[in-house]
């Protein structure tokens, strides 16, 4: 029972304990890591890999995976680009953006629901056509943005806090109601656990595996356009590696990549887990290399955790059940 | 049937003799005292068991006595508490599996361990396979040594297929073969017969005959006390972690009711509650039904209220039946009404649309969504009823949830508990209040009771009887011909695609339909053509 429930505490909270721990190291070796200031810059920094895990992280929970992310974020972050220089219309911009974002998440729900394709290669494939559409697009050449709206999106303050982050936190409350009070968010977990049980039961699994990604998609282009707010400029090279910043953040957060367990809040530590991290060797010198190598060892460590944990929950599975032992098990 | 129990009796008392003769009543392996302790839950109590030489011995009881532990310690998946282990009369620690294997104790689990894409000669021989000199792979010997084994088993299996080409039971074959090659003296055999038809049970005892004549010990762990009956010496019960007895089947005084008392800890009464319900209008409505490949059109019908059984050797078309009526499978052709209207059966979802439920043969693959919740299992397929705009009502949803749990008897801590934590019985009936919140006219039942323990078999009988009295028309697809025959209020009887008569329940016993199922149809009078 003891040795259970530790590790029930362990699976619930690790990863905000490792959090803690993180923000406590850096804060001792360098005082000036613990300041108002300093969190603002690092919410600003966690705003836009933050939004695109919240996508990631119903996709991962149905069970897929969605590679597209960062390629389709350079995508629509230069079509809003060109849109607003043609159109001179910032709203129209902001549109633009979000309707590419939109368009290449469709394509990759289409493509995973209907002819069943492994969302690993459609996206994969989707990447690279938005990374190849971008650089036709624009030549290579990256695209200014001059525009008051723009400049309030990537560096404008309300009430104090940056404005990327307040969609973040917008974006956040959205997918928490969407995946802990709605029919949507139901499905999603089912699906992800087990997909042909919900095709037996009558369920559309087909729709709603399209509407996830599509959803995802979503994330993509808000990204695009707080990314090419926040530089002024749109970079065809824009985003790159973004997607597996995404998947770090999800998988951080304890949300498991065989599907049906897991949620957005484990997502928002996870997120601050990198950004916490990459903000906290910034301000002790470590050379950007060495930060690369500190990233892939947390998540290596983190996955061991939570591999050592279901470890230990699988030993005593197929006993009967018995009051307390079943309690250690409850979760949601 | 009776010839081949019969058959089975003779075989038992000849080997009976040769174990006389050869290092006779000697224990080749002994468990002394073993107790496994589990969070909260005491799996074992000091267990005792002894398996001799050249015996098969079965391990009865219902889920959750201990079987899978005790054998999960042997198989040295699990660490025992407390006990010993004499292996030869020696202890043995038995601390990995690689131990066990290195001891010659082999179990062949309900999964198989095999790589579906090598051949049956290479995963016969996969944790040895013969190399030539410089690391090469010896081909010719792979598979002259393949083909020995098999054919002290007396089977034909072309050794150099894959094995995914091959059907289940041919798998397990191989999986023995596997077993044996590695020189097991003591083999686990865990269900061995839950996806086999009536044909291949009888091949698999067979091979069972000639491996125990080498000398070879089996544990059999099955459900289904017939077959225990028909193939074990000796037939062990567990009851909630203990030994309750040990008994050899040639004892005339070892009945199926004695074991099941035993199991269950009490008397079960009827086992079969049938309820009579006067059935009502017509609900489902088959006609010229045709499947692809199937030899003639399928007709019938079901009125509300009534149970009509489906039964017939695997592979008869049953399950490929109940499976067409739910979209999975292509229609060629025919008609079906559900209460008067045309049926559109292009997908599950169309199927459901249409008014028709199906509980399949394997609730954990399809039927359950093993991370979520009882609630959430349950409520699955009607969310929309609790739900407005897409949102959730939490307490409307804990509304349905409480009245279906309290309704059908789920035994569970919390309607939050996941449903992996569940025991098989009460999985099956978190299946079941899922298709009755759906709330379908029809309701095909596949398989509903395989591998749940007896208790709990009745208490689905009951439900059937519950599902009966709310108007459903039920079709009951099984293998377990008893249980057809005593809940079923119309038999159809399938052969090779066919359904071949449909009979009343006067004239369903089990003689008449085994005797129709294997295509002999002397009886003649109610032959539909």
């Known amino acids: 029972m003891g040795r259970t429930s530790l590790a029930e505490i362990v699976k619930r909270f690790g990863m905000a304990l490792m959090l803690i721990a993180i923000i406590a190291v850096v804060s001792v070796l360098n005082p000036r890591f613990f300041s108002v200031s300093n969190f603002l810059i690092i919410m600003r920094q966690v705003a836009i890999n933050g939004t695109l895990a919240a996508g990631m992280t119903m996709v991962i929970i149905s069970g897929g995976i969605d590679l597209s992310v960062g390629g389709n974020v350079a995508f629509a972050g230069c079509l809003a680009a060109g849109a607003l220089r043609a159109t001179s219309s910032p709203v129209l911009a902001i549109l633009a953006g979000l309707a590419v974002g939109v368009a290449v998440g469709l394509v990759n729900g289409l493509f995973v629901a209907y002819p069943k394709m492994p969302p690993f290669i459609v996206t994969l494939a989707t990447l690279a056509l938005c990374r190849g559409l971008t650089l036709v697009y624009t030549g290579g050449r990256p695209l200014l943005v001059d525009s008051r709206v723009f400049d309030f999106l990537g560096g404008g303050f309300v009430w104090g806090i940056p404005f990327p982050v307040l969609i973040m936190v917008g974006i956040y409350a959205l997918v928490y109601f969407l995946t802990n009070n709605t029919k949507f968010g139901r499905m999603v977990y089912a699906i992800g656990g087990n997909e042909q049980a919900c095709r037996l039961s009558g369920i559309n699994v087909e729709k709603f595996k399209t509407a996830v990604y599509t959803l995802s998609g979503l994330t993509a282009g808000i990204a695009a356009v707080i990314l090419t707010a926040r530089l002024m400029s749109a970079q065809p090279t824009a985003g790159a590696g973004y997607e597996l910043d995404a998947i770090a953040a999800v998988i951080l957060g304890g949300t498991s990549l065989s599907g049906g367990e897991g949620g957005i809040t484990g997502t928002v530590i996870g997120a601050f887990i990198i950004g916490v991290l990459a903000n906290g060797l910034n301000l002790l010198n470590v050379s950007p290399f060495y930060q690369e190598v500190a990233k892939g060892l947390v998540i290596l460590a983190a996955v061991l955790m939570d591999k050592l944990i279901h470890t230990t929950a699988t030993q005593v599975e197929g006993v009967p059940l018995v009051g307390e032992r079943v309690d250690a098990h409850q979760k949601q | ?529």
């Not at chain 2, 005792?48 to 040295?76: P, Q, W």
């Open chain 2, 1 to 529: 049937m009776s010839n081949n129990s019969l058959r089975a009796g003779g075989l038992r008392q000849s080997r009976a003799r040769l174990q006389q003769d050869s290092k006779a009543n000697q224990p080749i392996l002994e468990m002394v005292g073993i107790t496994k302790r589990f969070p909260g839950v005491l799996a074992l109590d000091s267990v005792d068991f002894r398996l001799m030489r050249g015996e098969v011995h079965a391990i009865v009881g219902e889920n959750g006595a201990g079987k899978s532990t005790l054998i999960k310690i042997l198989a040295g998946a699990h660490q025992r508490d407390a006990g010993t282990v004499y292996l030869d009369g020696r202890p043995v620690s038995i601390s990995s599996p690689a131990d066990a294997a290195r001891l010659g104790i082999s179990v062949i689990y309900q999964e198989f361990t095999l790589v579906p894409a090598m051949t049956v000669a290479e995963n016969i021989l996969l944790s040895d396979l013969p190399v030539r000199r410089g690391g090469m792979l010896d081909k010719r010997a792979i598979v002259s040594c393949a083909k020995d084994v098999l054919d002290d088993l007396g089977v034909d299996i072309p050794v150099t297929a894959t094995v995914r080409s091959l059907r289940v039971a041919e798998q397990q074959i191989v999986e023995i073969a596997k077993a044996l090659s590695r020189k097991a003296r003591i083999i686990v055999m865990d269900e061995p017969t839950a996806a086999l038809s009536e044909m291949e049970v009888a091949r698999l005892f067979s091979i069972i005959h000639s491996m125990v004549e080498q000398g070879v010990s089996i544990i059999y762990i099955s459900h289904k006390l017939d077959e225990v009956f028909r193939i074990a010496d000796t037939i062990t019960v567990l009851r909630d972690g203990r030994r309750v007895s040990t008994t050899p089947t040639s004892l005339l005084t070892l009945t199926k009711e004695r074991i099941v008392h035993e199991m269950v800890g009490r008397d079960l009464g009827n086992m079969f509650p049938k309820e009579e319900v006067a059935p009502g209008d017509v609900v489902l409505e088959v006609k010229n039904l045709r499947l692809p490949g199937g030899p003639s059109p399928i007709s019938f019908s079901v009125r509300a209220g009534e149970i009509v059984g489906v039964v017939g050797l695997m592979g008869a078309g049953q399950i490929r039946l109940a499976r067409a009526l739910f979209g999975l499978e292509r229609i060629a052709g025919g008609e079906v009404k559900i209460r008067g209207k045309a049926a559109d059966l292009r997908s599950p979802l169309s199927a459901v649309h249409a008014g028709i439920g199906l509980v399949t043969e394997n609730r954990k693959e399809e039927g359950l969504v093993l991370p979520l919740s009882v609630a959430r299992n349950i409520t699955l397929g009607s969310l929309d009823h609790v739900s407005t705009l897409g949102v959730v009502s939490q307490r409307k949803e804990r509304a349905v949830v409480d009245e279906k749990v309290a309704e059908l008897g789920i035994k569970t801590p919390s309607i939050r508990q996941l449903v992996r934590n569940l025991s098989g019985g009460n999985q099956q009936k978190v299946v079941l209040a899922k298709w009755l919140t759906v709330d379908p006219d029809v309701i095909v039942l596949c398989e509903p009771t395989r591998g749940i323990d007896v208790g709990a078999k009745v208490e689905i009988y009951r439900l059937m009887g519950l599902m009966a009295w709310q108007g459903k028309a039920i079709l009951l697809i099984s293998s377990e011909v008893p249980e057809v025959v005593a809940m079923s209020d119309r038999v159809l009887v399938m052969h090779s695609g066919s359904v071949v008569c449909d009979l009343p329940r006067e004239e369903v016993s089990q003689e008449s339909v085994m005797q129709y199922a294997t295509g002999g149809n002397a009886l003649g009078s109610h032959i539909v053509s």
